[in-house]
């Protein structure tokens, strides 16, 4: 099962067994992690289960639907690592995935 690390925006960090064909949203609400509320149920619909992917996992994961580059231009402060969790469809190839959680979902800066 991969383990999948949530950074917080002051630095905590919680690593959880994430089941593979599970959504990292999925993952993370199932977990209680905070600040990925995905509000419409995974179907990319909103933005509210954001992250930024870890620099070292840039380029290792499969590349954004174009629904879900359209959803990220609107986010907070997008970047090249932003991504939406409910897209991001695991795989035993993501066992130490690092995704870290902007402060605007956890409550704002």
Known sequence: MPRITFVQPDGTRHTIDAESGRTGMDAAR??????????????????????????????????????????????????????LTCQLVITDAMDGLVLHVPEYQIGGP
């Open 30 to 83: 199932g977990l209680g992690i905070p600040g990925l509320r995905g509000e419409c149920g995974g179907q990319c619909l909103c933005s509210t289960c954001h992250c930024y992917v870890d620099e070292q996992w840039l380029g290792r994961l499969p590349p954004r639907h174009p629904e879900e580059e359209n959803l990220i231009d609107f986010v907070w402060e997008p970047r090249e690592a932003s991504r």
